[in-house]
């Protein structure tokens, strides 16, 4: 996994053999922060990364001086490495959680610019992601959901679904406040 712009980028991070997740490609990375560069002042921004996993998409949107980043994964493995390469980079402004994002985001009540959302593929109920950001009200003014899931999923539905993106096997889904 590597650093695409920004103050770490070209650096490289290995996960460990048994990690549990997958990290989102960089083909798939570079067209979305090609989007969300047109889109947020990075330094200004809070973000939320859910299912975070490698930590690819925090460590990229730190790279790029996110304000605050906050990453949620519930698997030790994942937890271990993104708290391993917090402390490397002696990221201040990273704030890891273990736990499951669904309860993260029963208790939440910060609101992010951004929040970034890649479950697993097969996983049931990705829509309630949707559904409990919005009811909850997590996002600032402006401020961009987006999940990353497999074609077999669909989030037109939603009120605040704006736009699908495809880059290869892999969607983002994006949702704007209404």
Same mark, same amino acid.
């Given at each position: 996994?590597? $650093? @695409?712009?920004?103050?770490?980028?070209?650096?490289?991070?290995?996960?460990?053999?048994?990690?549990?997740?997958?990290?989102?490609?960089?083909? +798939?990375?570079?067209?979305? &922060?090609?989007?969300?560069?047109?889109? &947020?002042?990075?330094?200004?921004?809070?973000?939320?990364?859910?299912? #975070?996993?490698?930590?690819?998409?925090?460590?990229?949107? @730190?790279?790029?001086? /996110?304000?605050?980043?906050?990453? $949620?994964?519930?698997?030790?493995? #994942?937890?271990?490495?993104?708290?391993?390469?917090?402390?490397?980079?002696?990221?201040?402004?990273?704030? @890891?959680?273990?736990?499951d994002a669904f309860e993260f985001l029963k208790h939440e009540s910060n609101k992010y610019d951004i929040i970034f959302a890649d479950p697993p593929f097969a996983m049931q109920g990705?829509?309630?992601? /949707? +559904?409990?950001?919005?009811?909850?009200?997590?996002?600032?003014?402006?401020?961009?959901?987006? @999940?990353?899931?497999?074609?077999?999923? #669909?989030?037109?539905?939603?009120?605040? &679904?704006?736009?699908?993106?495809?880059?290869?096997?892999?969607?983002? #889904? &994006?949702?704007?406040?209404?």
């Amino acid at each position: 996994m590597r $650093v @695409i712009s920004g103050k770490y980028k070209g650096r490289r991070f290995s996960p460990p053999r048994n990690f549990p997740s997958r990290p989102t490609t960089d083909f +798939a990375k570079s067209a979305l &922060f090609n989007i969300l560069n047109n889109q &947020f002042d990075f330094e200004t921004c809070k973000v939320l990364d859910l299912f #975070s996993g490698t930590g690819s998409i925090a460590l990229e949107c @730190i790279s790029r001086g /996110a304000l605050n980043v906050t990453s $949620v994964d519930n698997h030790t493995v #994942s937890v271990k490495f993104l708290n391993k390469m917090r402390a490397e980079l002696n990221e201040k402004n990273w704030h @890891i959680h273990k736990g499951d994002a669904f309860e993260f985001l029963k208790h939440e009540s910060n609101k992010y610019d951004i929040i970034f959302a890649d479950p697993p593929f097969a996983m049931q109920g990705q829509q309630l992601i /949707a +559904a409990m950001v919005f009811e909850k009200q997590l996002l600032n003014p402006d401020g961009l959901l987006i @999940i990353e899931h497999g074609r077999e999923n #669909s989030f037109e539905n939603i009120t605040q &679904f704006k736009e699908m993106r495809n880059y290869g096997g892999v969607q983002f #889904s &994006f949702f704007e406040s209404t």
